[in-house]
């Protein structure tokens, strides 16, 4: 196996931990755009620096979250990283509460899109 089709394999490996069905899915939206995008994108992200050891992937999630919310520009990837988030162990009060320090450190635009991606994340886990 190339290190490239190891690479995406561990990438696809992780995704599925964050949410079941996602790595086919990301991986089809990925090759309808190039063949090697999936390859390249999701190798570096997921199986070079997200799957790392050292920080445990419920922290990473959390993480994630704050970032994209504070970039307030990825609303896709927002609400998939909060429903990730949830599946790796994090709370809704903690994705409340990451969303409020959002509104102190990124204003409250960025807070307000979090809300809306959160709500949607929350209904998508009550729907299982």
Do not use: W
Not at 104 to 116: E, R
């Amino acid at each position: 196996m190339s290190d490239a089709s190891d690479r995406l394999t561990r990438a696809l490996s992780l995704l599925d931990r964050l949410e079941l069905g996602a790595p086919e899915r990301v991986q089809r939206n990925l090759d309808a755009f190039h063949p090697d995008t999936a390859k390249l994108v999701l190798g570096y992200a997921f199986a070079d620096v997200v799957g790392r050891d050292g920080i445990d992937l419920k922290t990473r999630e959390m993480m994630t979250v704050a970032m994209l919310a504070a970039m307030g520009t990825a609303q896709g990837q927002l609400e998939f990283h909060m429903r990730a988030a949830m599946n790796t162990g994090v709370s809704r009060e903690d994705l409340v509460e990451i969303v409020l320090q959002v509104s102190v450190y990124a204003g409250v635009p960025a807070c307000m899109n979090a809300v809306t991606a959160a709500k949607k994340a929350f209904q998508a886990a009550e729907k299982g």
